[in-house]
């Protein structure tokens, strides 16, 4: 099967912009979850989709949201970017049902806000 | 929510010794336990995980501990190789709801092997 892929792999934005990031899974997942990794912070819980409807949200401000389609590839939006913004955003699929269900992470993009 | 704690943030060994990451979480009710590895540039990709009714697991140079009374577990590196050098980072899984299990990660170990 072939793995999680994100697009764009690199994007640079000014403030004020907006962005959409897409992700799309392991073919049969049906969870795609949403990640902002940034330097001494980890990774950081933005939201959750499973059969195109959001199942959990992080704490993260309005200005990001998502949505899922009907064959679950996902896409993420920031508006109004920030400076603080700058990071890279990784999603990640599972099987879903199950806690210990492995997430399987895509590659990421790179976001850099000017 | 869930909070995880990790240490070290930076570990450095001598290739061939052991190195061992801990982290600590506050949800008792948390029951999945898996440790990632991010190589520089590369996605994580989960390396062992663990189950909340299990003390200990092995596989092959790593193997994890679970304490759930004091509510911690560590990563355990034997016979450390340059190739090991990497981001470590643990994550525990708790019910969020809504048929919704969720990762919080700790920040992360860079762990670096000396030739």
């Known amino acids: 099967k072939a793995g999680v892929t994100q697009t764009p792999r690199y994007l640079i934005k000014t403030r004020g912009q907006q962005v959409t990031l897409s992700c799309s899974p392991i073919s049969g997942h049906r969870s795609v979850s949403w990640y902002q990794q940034t330097p001494g912070q980890g990774l950081q819980f933005l939201f959750e989709y499973f059969s195109e409807t959001q199942r959990n949200k992080g704490n993260f401000p309005g200005r990001f949201s998502g949505r899922q389609f009907s064959n679950s590839r996902s896409e993420m939006n920031v508006s109004t970017l920030e400076l603080g913004d700058s990071a890279l955003y990784l999603c990640?699929?599972?099987?879903?049902?199950?806690?210990?269900?492995?997430?399987?992470f895509g590659p990421g993009t790179r976001l850099t806000v000017l | 929510g869930e909070n995880v704690e990790q240490h070290p943030s930076t570990l450095s060994v001598q290739e061939g010794d052991s190195a061992v990451i801990k982290c600590t979480y506050s949800?008792?009710?948390?029951?999945?336990f898996p440790w990632y590895k991010q190589e520089l540039g590369k996605r994580p990709q989960l390396i062992i995980d663990?189950?909340?009714?299990?003390g200990e697991k092995k596989d092959q140079r790593i193997a994890v501990t679970l304490n759930k009374t004091a509510k911690h577990f560590s990563l355990h590196i034997t016979e450390t190789q340059p190739e090991d050098s990497a981001v470590y980072f643990c994550?525990?899984?708790?019910?969020?709801?809504?048929?919704?299990?969720?990762?919080?990660f700790g920040k992360g170990t860079k762990l670096s092997v000396i030739p």
């Open positions: 949800d008792s009710a948390s029951n999945y």
């Open positions: 994550a525990a899984t708790q019910y969020s709801g809504a048929g919704s299990y969720q990762l919080t």
């Open positions: 663990i189950r909340s009714n299990v």
């Open positions: 990640a699929s599972s099987n879903s049902g199950s806690s210990y269900n492995e997430q399987f």
